[in-house]
Each structure stands twice: as structure tokens, then as C-alpha cells.
């Protein structure tokens, strides 16, 4: 039996269709999403679809996916080694957008893993471009990503 309060849910405020509402989704279960009128309402739904679709798997004999660590269990730092041609492609990009190396990789790896398309509103529109500078067209496999466009890291959801 599982516990669907162990999932985590990130729940805002939205509009759609002009309507306010509260939207609630489950990280472990991307395609899930319940809406209401109260942040609470929004909880409670989640809650209940959790448990429903445990069952609903349990019965066709299929897992369900386990709840996620929270994010604060992790330091939130990576050592990472890069191609010189990389390095020096994400440093000119950073730099030309004037923010920092880490910023921008941070930026990077958030749009390509999806973890900032929920924070996406519809006043923010993410843009990549591929890059036209002879510095980068003489690395055709690389494929650099404006990050002009991005929500700052404060205002993502912690869930």
C-alpha cells in the first residue's frame, strides 16, 4: 500500500480559459493533473488520484512509480567535466547574454530536462535558436540554447 503524501505534489495558481484556478500536479506522475477552486481542494484531488491510480495499476499488475527524494536531500552541486569546445560554446553564449556560466548551464540543462516546463506561464515563452556564429557552425553537433527567455531559479516551485 502506498501513501500518496509521500509523492510531491506542487500545486499553483493559474488561469485558464479566463478562469482562476488552482492547478495540482504529481512529479512522479507527469500526465496527472487535477484543478479546483482552493489550493486545499487542488491538495485533496491530487491526494485521491494518487491512490486511484495505485490501484488502478495494482490491478493491471503494473508498478507504480516511487515516490521522489525531496529535493533538499540534495546539495544542489555537480562536478562536471565538458569538451574544451563545449566549454568555451557555453561561456561565449553565457557571456553574450550577460549572465553567468553557471546560470546559463543551469538554465540549459533545466529547459532540455523539462523541470522548468511546469513553471512556464503564458507570459514566458521559452526560446532556443541554433546558433549561426562561425565560432559554434564549425561544431554542427552542438545546438546552443538562449537563455534570455528563462524564469529566474527564484521563482521555481518547491514541492
Known amino acids: 500500500m502506498i501513501d500518496p503524501h509521500t509523492y510531491g505534489i ?13 492547478e495540482a500536479r504529481v512529479r512522479e506522475l507527469p500526465d496527472l493533473a487535477e484543478y479546483a477552486d482552493t489550493f486545499d481542494e487542488a491538495y485533496e484531488l491530487a491526494i485521491d488520484a494518487i491512490a486511484t491510480t495505485a490501484e488502478v495499476l495494482a490491478e493491471r ?8 527524494e525531496p529535493a533538499d536531500d540534495w ?4 562536478t562536471l567535466r565538458l569538451p574544451k569546445s563545449l566549454h568555451r560554446a557555453l561561456s561565449e ?3 553574450s547574454e ?7 548551464i543551469v538554465n540549459v540543462l533545466s529547459y532540455f530536462s523539462g523541470y522548468a516546463r511546469g513553471l512556464q506561464t503564458e507570459d514566458h515563452l521559452w526560446h532556443s535558436s541554433v546558433a549561426r556564429s ?3 557552425s564549425e561544431h554542427p553537433h552542438l545546438r546552443l540554447v538562449s537563455s534570455r527567455e ?5 521563482t521555481y ?3
Open 10 to 22: 506542487e500545486i499553483r495558481h493559474r488561469r485558464i480559459d479566463g478562469e482562476a484556478v488552482y
Open 75 to 78: 546539495s544542489g552541486r555537480v
Open 134 to 136: 562561425n565560432k559554434v
Open 61 to 68: 499488475g503494473k508498478p507504480m512509480p516511487t515516490p521522489q
Open 157 to 159: 516551485a518547491h514541492g
Open 93 to 95: 553564449t553565457a557571456d
Open 150 to 154: 528563462y524564469l529566474e531559479p527564484a
Open 98 to 104: 550577460g549572465s553567468s556560466l553557471n546560470q546559463h
